[in-house]
């Protein structure tokens, strides 16, 4: 899934990026969904965090409530460090070259000059941008749809069949594939670890560990497929991450 994220105030170019998009996207056989946000107000981090798949912001720098630039501070700061951004306005003089370098900004577009054309060519760069980012693909009804592993916590195997679901931050997610197949496609990425036989974990995610309860918490989620033999590697992994996860483990 592609989240295609318009914060615009002005309908006239909220209906030119929209169309851009289409044109675009026609024919990638991809899942995709646009979000248009005309201002400002303070539940829009917290649902744009909650969006399962990639990201691509078009941010322009003045609408009600907070500018575009502030906005975007606000999302890297939320530690959303790998979606495209692109800046659009109505003034050139307010381009901030350190600002859209230090925030990762991948383009700064003026609505008076070449702006179409401009937009376009930045968005195909976006998507080759997404396109590099290490994510678990799959098909559904004919589209392709991508969870980028960072908003993975878990997956586990479904009880009834032999299929699996995805638990993300915000959803879960059923595929038609076994807990075998999907270790095998993470098998490359350090992040993942299969810590039962019916639970793959993203040991990034995790933020402590209950081993004598067998209990790994993801935030707010948790699961208590935690197999007794792999207590010790999973304490070890953990003690190779940042400090806070050793500290998690108890």
């Known amino acids: ?42 539940t829009i981090l917290k649902k744009t965090k909650k969006l399962v798949g990639k990201k691509i912001y078009i941010l322009d720098i003045e609408v009600p409530g907070k500018s575009g630039l502030d906005f975007a501070r606000e999302i890297r700061n939320s530690g959303d460090w790998l979606s495209p951004m692109i800046i659009v306005s109505n ?68 009880v009834d069949d032999v299929y699996t679901t995805v638990v993300t931050k915000a959803e879960r997610i059923m595929l038609k594939k076994t807990i075998g197949k999907i270790e ?36 707010k989620t948790e699961t208590s497929l935690l197999s007794r033999d792999k207590k010790s590697e999973l304490k070890i992994k953990l003690g190779k991450e940042p400090k806070r996860n050793m500290e998690a483990v108890r």
């Open 1 to 42: 899934m592609i989240n295609f994220i318009i914060y615009e105030d002005e309908k006239k170019f909220r209906e030119k990026y929209t169309t851009i998009i289409l044109q675009l996207i026609v024919g990638m056989k991809v899942a995709y969904r646009i979000i248009e946000i005309d201002r400002y107000d303070n």
């Open 91 to 158: 003034h050139e003089h307010l381009k901030n070259t350190a600002f859209t370098s230090r925030m990762l900004m991948l383009d700064f577009i003026s609505k008076f000059y070449s702006f179409e054309a401009s937009l376009k060519e930045t968005l195909k760069l976006s998507l080759n941008i997404i396109e590099q980012q290490p994510s678990l693909n799959f098909q559904h009804n004919g589209e392709l749809f991508q969870i980028p592993y960072d908003d993975i916590l878990f997956i586990e195997k479904n």
């Open 184 to 219: 095998e496609i993470l098998k490359e990425d350090p992040r993942f670890f299969r810590v039962h036989r019916s639970c793959v974990a993203n040991l990034d995610k995790i933020t402590s560990v209950e081993l004598r309860a067998c209990i790994i918490h993801y935030g």
